[in-house]
C-alpha cells in the first residue's frame, strides 16, 4: 500500500522515473495530503517530472488555489514549453482568472505553437471578458490549431459578439473548423447564429451537416 512517507521518499529519489511514479501514486492517497506532495516535484530539475506534477494540479490544485496559482505563475515563465502548455491548461481546469495577465503575456511572446494552442484553450475555460479581444487575434493565428482553439474558446466565452467573427469560418475549407463553427455558434444562440447553422446543415460534409441539425434539433 503507497502511503505519504513512501511517496515522499520517490518524490526524492535521485531515479527520475522513481519520481514520476511518486507522481502517480499521488492520486491513491488524501488530495489535501497529495497537494502539499506535489510541491516537491513542480520545482524538479527534470522536466518531464515537473510537466507530470503541473499537469496533475489541474485537479490538486482546489485543495488551495492561492497556493496553486503561484505555483502554476511559476511554471508559465518555465524554460520548457511543454511545462508551460501543461501549466495553463491547469490553469484553465481550475478556472483560475487571477492568471489572465499572466496567460496573455505568454500567448504573446511564446513561439510555440502547443503553448500558444493551450492558453488559448484555457481562456475559453476561465471565461473572463477580458480575453475577447486575444481570441479575436488568435482567430488570425498562423496555425490552425490554435484557429479552432480561439473558436471553440469564443463559444465558451458567450460573448454575443464573436458571431460575427466567426462568420468567416462558416466556410472555411477545412471541415473540423467549420465543425468547431457549429459548436461554438451553438453557445451563443442568437439569431444570427442559428440562422449560420441551419446553411450548415447542408454542408457537404456529413460530420458537420449532422451536428448542425442535431444542434437545431436541440
Do not use: C
Amino acid at each position: 500500500m503507497n502511503t505519504p512517507d513512501s511517496i515522499r521518499a520517490l518524490l526524492h529519489s535521485e531515479n527520475f522515473g522513481d519520481r514520476l511514479r511518486g507522481i502517480n501514486q499521488l492520486r491513491e492517497i488524501d488530495p489535501a495530503i497529495a497537494f502539499e506532495l506535489i510541491q516537491i516535484p513542480v520545482i524538479d530539475p527534470n522536466v518531464r517530472v515537473r510537466y507530470a506534477a503541473v499537469s496533475q494540479l489541474a485537479s490538486l490544485g482546489s485543495q488551495n488555489r492561492e497556493s496553486a496559482l503561484t505555483m502554476l505563475n511559476v511554471a508559465l515563465a518555465d524554460i520548457e514549453p511543454d511545462v508551460q502548455a501543461a501549466a495553463a491548461d491547469s490553469i484553465g481546469a481550475l478556472k483560475l482568472t487571477e492568471a489572465y495577465e499572466q496567460l496573455e503575456a505568454l500567448y504573446r511572446r511564446t513561439p510555440e505553437w502547443l503553448v500558444g494552442f493551450s492558453v488559448i484553450a484555457a481562456l475559453g475555460e476561465l471565461g473572463d471578458p477580458r480575453s475577447f479581444d486575444l481570441l479575436k487575434e488568435a482567430l488570425t493565428s498562423d496555425s490552425e490549431l490554435v484557429q479552432t482553439a480561439a473558436i471553440g474558446s469564443l463559444g465558451e466565452l458567450g460573448d454575443v459578439r464573436a458571431v460575427e467573427l466567426l462568420a468567416p469560418y462558416a466556410a472555411n475549407p477545412d471541415w473540423q473548423i467549420r465543425y468547431r463553427v457549429v459548436q461554438a455558434l451553438a453557445r451563443l444562440n442568437t439569431p444570427e447564429a442559428r440562422s449560420m447553422i441551419e446553411t450548415l446543415t447542408q454542408d457537404e460534409t456529413e460530420q458537420v451537416a449532422e451536428q448542425a441539425r442535431q444542434v437545431l434539433a436541440a
